[in-house]
């Protein structure tokens, strides 16, 4: 049987065909080389960003900060990453203060109620004399208690139930409280404004500034409010020893206490008027002292933003 012969032409095309197929093969190989060689040294330095923050995560140690960043988008997302960073320690440098501040408040109390029971437990006859220092240190606890409390539940954030509230009403309330004896409390210059928050915080607001005026005043507080543009500024203002220019941002701080006549002899938790602070920040607002203070005394300010009619239902 005659062997069978290709046409020549059609041996060459397919000759050509499987060339150009090997060649194409050979090409994508290439480029999927290439893809693999230049992806792998593009994402060399993310690899290098994860195994520093695994590092840092590992450790626990939230002062560490990623090196070595360089200027491209990657330089930016490390930069993002240190300032969470700094933002966590931060954070977690607060809580730790506060928990150390609170257990050595509490400890305080504590002592004294301890204390009181073994002396009843000693001489049972003295009990009932002594029945009026535990209800005290036994109050004192439980203002400390349910102030932590309502920091915990703010913590800076905007109130929940957020709603239109005639302020002056709220001040208005607040000046009926009794004073201590000596002690006039006035009410002075009150424009009617209304903001948008928690009537119940904002009350508690007023009240602590209140507090800490009468518990420091030699003869009179004086409330007011008035409207100033897009603000309602509270002023509390008392003839105390008044407040150092150096300390008139630390008093805002928790647990924080002045020296001289602004003390622990005062009495107060330490936390009223960073519970001030919280909740007004909370409402989007500012605390801060009076800088032009003439004479003895404190003047403390609170400003929130006022609402417009057309937001009041």
Not at 70 to 76: H, I, K, M, S, V
Not at 285 to 301: C, E, I, M, W, Y
């Amino acid at each position: 049987m005659a062997a069978l012969s290709l046409d020549p032409a059609a041996a060459q095309a397919r000759k050509t065909s499987e060339f150009t197929a090997a060649l194409a093969v050979g090409a994508l190989a290439v480029v999927a080389a290439v893809c693999w060689l230049t992806a792998g040294w593009a994402l060399r330095p993310v690899e290098r960003l994860r195994r520093e923050a695994a590092a840092i995560a590992a450790s626990g140690e939230l002062s560490g900060r990623l090196a070595g960043l360089g200027t491209d988008e990657l330089a930016r997302l490390g930069g993002t990453l240190n300032t969470m960073l700094a933002s966590l320690e931060a954070s977690v440098d607060r809580q730790r203060r506060f928990v150390a501040d609170a257990a050595h408040e509490m400890r305080t109390p504590l002592a004294g109620m301890t204390t009181t029971l073994e002396v009843a437990r000693t001489h049972p006859q003295t009990s009932q004399t002594l029945v009026g220092d535990l209800l005290a240190g036994h109050r004192r606890l439980a203002r400390l208690v349910n102030d932590l409390l309502i920091l915990a539940a703010v913590d800076g954030q905007a109130p929940q139930r957020a709603e239109p509230v005639d302020l002056a009403g709220v001040i208005t309330d607040c000046s009926r409280r009794p004073a201590p004896d000596g002690i006039t409390l006035r009410l002075g210059r009150l424009d009617r404004v209304f903001v948008l928050g928690d009537e119940t915080q904002l009350s508690r607001v007023v009240s602590n500034l209140v507090d800490n005026a009468l518990r420091y005043a030699a003869s009179a507080v004086e409330l007011s409010m008035r409207q100033d543009g897009g603000h309602a500024v509270i002023s509390v203002s008392d003839d105390g020893p008044g407040i150092p220019a150096a300390d008139r941002s630390r008093i805002w701080e928790r647990f924080a206490r002045l020296d001289d006549d602004r003390s622990r002899a005062s009495g107060g938790t330490g936390l009223g008027l960073a519970m001030v602070r919280e909740l007004t920040v909370a409402h989007a607002g500012t605390a801060s002292v009076a800088g032009t203070q003439q004479g003895p005394g404190a003047t403390l300010l609170v400003r929130l933003p006022v609402i417009t009619a057309g937001r009041i239902r």
